[in-house]
């Protein structure tokens, strides 16, 4: 916790006060470091950038998540088990393994150094996490609930609108926070995937994590700038960030 | 007749094929986004793949790449620094996240609540600011914990932190636990509030201790608990990347480079994709040996719930 009230505290304070021992608590509070970043540091861009790459992962994960656990609900076949147990698989293959034939893939295509790269890289990602996570929650929906629906002549998307998803919210807001917040931060498949135009905000930072020597205001100005909105969003939605995290443990 | 049999094969209500198109976009981006690339690196790793150079025939050299990798140094002393990394960061995780979680339940559950809302912050942010801030905690000049050190009368001599190949990888260590201790945290707390009362009154009127029942009643409970806190956030540990990038860049001398980075800076750095891709795959092997056992337990319990 003081690591990030001293990160925030610097990032108003003028440069020659974040050098000084003990560290200041009065100080005089300054906004040049986030004028730097913002304007002469495309931090503006950035951050629109981010949004734009998360939002739309958000969307896809969720929507598509949703979707396939209802799928994998409703069969009873083997190749959905399987399918579902090699997707947990995949979240043990690491993101350099897979970004390294990715970037040249997108490359051939000329589709690198776009919005595309990181949204598809951190989308799936997310899908066989959010698939995995509905499951877990969805575990406490009787199965009579599903069949009674049927027997009532309920069509099998409408038993998913009236039934299913309502009962899901939960977990869908969950869903929404956590993939939020993992592309958000998500720096490696961004660094090579995106170009100037599209930088993230944890690309941004990078860049400046580089250097040998760190300007101190300016990169806590850009790390500000970059986690207080998600720790905002993070706290408003606690209560479903601790349930998705806690899903596959407790639920039973 | 005809017609009914083929309108019963297509029809969405009956059978799998409502699953499979509702799953269908999900196992697109996985194919083309992993599974695709996936093969295709592997078949990289068995050229010599410089990028900027047309690759021929000639180019191929089997498991020559794979070869190298033993051969070479720093690619050996990576592997260790991840080996010991994953090991002691998720032990720590899992040791410390424990500890306090169990000290916490003491308090009230209000005030649990509301340091929660503090200790979470950490778990949002991306590791890379993580990696920034603790840059700063560890800067030699005008750091934080020097200067808490310092009121002990310690000082760099003591704790080199980065600046030293001894605690280099330590220090990203200690970086990784303020990260991931909270998640571990939450979700042993909620493993231990749903261990039913009963169980802690029976050891009660057996006499057995605090320390005894937690050893012999919570853990044991707390194993599935912990298998998920694997799959979760053990598994990245293997990959880690982003932290060591911010904090040390692998160095000093290689002190702190991990598989990841070294992959990374081999394939964009110094364009070796070839070797690169070698390295990325290798280091998906490891994570498979280190960390395939709890998937393969986890898969298996889960079956076995379902079958019950």
Known sequence: ?252 | MNREIKNRSLSLEKGDLLSFLLILPTLLIVLIVMIIPLFYGISISLFRYDIGRTITASDFVGLGNYLRLFKDGTMLKSLTNTVIFAISATAGDLIIGTLIAVLLLKITPKARGLLRALYIMPLLISPIIVGLIWRYMYDPSSGFLYWILSLFGLGIKQFPGMTATSTALLSVIIAHWWQVVPFVIIVVTAGLVSIPNEYYEAAYIDGSGEIRTFFSISLPLLVKVYMVIIIISGVDTIKVFDIIYSLTQGGPANSTMSLSIYAYKNGFEMYQMGYAMAIAVFTMFVSFIIFGIPFIRFGMQSKGQEEA
């Open chain 1, 1 to 252: 916790m003081t690591p990030i009230y001293l990160l925030v505290t610097n990032s108003f304070k003028p440069t020659l006060e974040i050098k000084s021992i003990p560290p200041s608590f009065f100080f005089h509070p300054t906004i040049t470091h986030y004028k730097k970043a913002l304007i002469n540091g495309e931090f503006g861009n950035y951050f629109i950038n981010s949004l734009i790459v998360a939002l739309t992962t958000t969307l896809i994960s969720v929507v598509g998540g949703a979707f396939g656990a209802y799928g994998l609900m409703l069969t009873k076949s083997r190749w959905a088990r399987i399918a579902s147990n090699s997707m947990l698989i995949g979240k043990s293959v690491p993101a350099i393994t897979i970004l390294i034939p990715l970037y040249m893939i997108l490359n051939i295509f000329r589709v690198g150094g776009t919005y595309l790269g990181p949204i598809l890289a951190h989308s799936s990602v997310n899908l066989p996490f959010v698939i995995w996570l509905m499951l877990s929650f969805a575990k406490a929906i009787p199965k009579e609930l599903i069949e009674s629906a049927a027997i009532d002549g309920a069509r099998r998307m409408q038993t998913f609108w009236k039934i299913i998803f309502p009962l899901l919210l939960p977990a869908i807001a969950s869903a929404i926070i956590l993939s939020m917040q993992y592309s958000w931060n998500e720096l490696l498949f961004s660094l090579q995937l995106t170009s100037m135009d599209s930088y993230t905000l944890p690309v941004g930072i990078a860049k400046f994590v580089g250097a040998m020597s760190v300007d101190w205001g300016k990169s806590s100005a850009a790390a500000s700038i970059t986690m207080v909105p998600i720790i905002l969003v993070g706290f408003i939605m606690q209560r479903y960030l601790v349930s998705g995290l806690t899903a596959g443990a407790v639920k039973e």
